[in-house]
């Protein structure tokens, strides 16, 4: 079993930052990509930011300059920092990481999910 624990969130005021934090536990044997998306009420799910496991990073266009996002991969964890907040990021917003675990005498690759984290943006 694999477990994507978030951490961060809240309530903000406009202007102000965040910083989101996911660890990843289980039998890893390598995370490819791990990132963050989003889904504001009413709306489809979105990528915010991801990050591949040689450094590469995406950001959706409505994040960046605002948005970094980091990992630390000696210990499964993904940061995202943003600053600038705006109304329009008020969301749940969830960890992902596609990643191998080892299963008997293979690896299998999966994507997964923790159970999302509330940004709330007061303007």
């Known amino acids: 079993q694999v477990q994507l624990v978030e951490s961060g969130g809240g309530l903000v005021q406009a202007g102000g930052s965040l910083r989101l934090s996911c660890a990843a536990s289980g039998r890893i044997v390598n995370i490819n990509v791990m990132g963050w998306y989003r889904q504001p009420p009413g709306k489809e799910r979105e990528l915010v930011a991801e990050?591949?496991?040689?450094?590469?990073?995406n950001y959706a266009d409505s994040v960046k300059g605002r948005a970094t996002i980091s990992r630390d991969n000696a210990k499964n964890m993904v940061t995202l920092q943003m600053n600038s907040l705006k109304y329009e990021d008020t969301a749940v917003y969830y960890c992902?990481?596609?990643?191998?675990?080892?299963?008997?005498?293979?690896?299998?690759?999966?994507?997964?999910w923790g159970q999302g984290t509330q940004v709330t943006v007061s303007s």
């Open positions: 990050i591949i496991s040689g450094g590469t990073t």
């Open positions: 992902a990481a596609q990643l191998r675990t080892a299963q008997g005498m293979g690896v299998a690759l999966n994507t997964y």
